[in-house]
């Protein structure tokens, strides 16, 4: 169903499938262009850094611009910088060397654990492994750290552990003992 309608812009009577169109064929032709052109962001202006074309609102070109972000959002002052940390199979990373990453250049990671226990202790020896006595890998604390062979560490893991068993039930118990109590904080 159409309606008889008079176009609001150079007033010719035509037909619309719509009763509420105000334009004819050819005005709504002419009324997009001229809106295209008013926000027409695709005018091209020389950059003003290489003085390559470049959008017309834009502050440089696509190319300088993204230069100028590489050098911008480096460590720091990149929003996803987690301070040279990150996680991988439960245990802390830690970025230890900067540079680019690639064939055993650049950005080198470590376990945080090897390098708290390796501050403390010296390098660690070939074939040694830093173990974690609670068993939970992201608690890298000096107390929790215990460095062992390998064979040591995979062949006999109960046996080897024992000395260290008594100390940590003494700092859990430690610690326990000077965490407040939920019952008299309630009270």
Not at 17 to 43: H, L, N, P, V
Not at 46 to 57: D, K
Not at 144 to 155: A, D, I
Request: with cysteine.
């Amino acid at each position: 169903m159409s309606a008889h309608l008079q176009c609001t812009r150079c007033l010719v009577a035509y037909e619309a499938k719509r009763s509420d169109a105000q334009f004819c064929g050819t005005c709504k032709i002419i009324r997009a262009q001229e809106r295209a052109a008013q926000y027409d962001t695709k005018k091209k202006e020389p950059c003003p850094q290489c003085g390559a074309l470049m959008v017309r609102r834009a502050q440089s070109c696509r190319r300088c611009e993204n230069q100028r972000r590489v050098k911008a959002y480096v460590g720091n002052n990149n929003p996803n910088w987690r301070a040279g940390l990150t996680k991988a199979d439960g245990y802390i990373l830690e970025r230890v060397q900067t540079g680019t990453p690639g064939k055993g250049k650049g950005a080198f990671y470590r376990g945080q654990h090897i390098v708290i226990w390796e501050a403390a202790n010296g390098s660690l020896p070939k074939g040694w492994v830093v173990h974690h006595l609670n068993g939970i890998k992201d608690d890298n604390r000096i107390e929790n750290l215990v460095g062992m062979t390998r064979n040591e560490h995979h062949k006999h893991p109960r046996e080897a552990l024992r000395p260290y068993e008594a100390r940590i039930r003494d700092l859990e118990d430690l610690a326990n003992f000077w965490q407040p109590r939920r019952d008299v904080l309630r009270g």
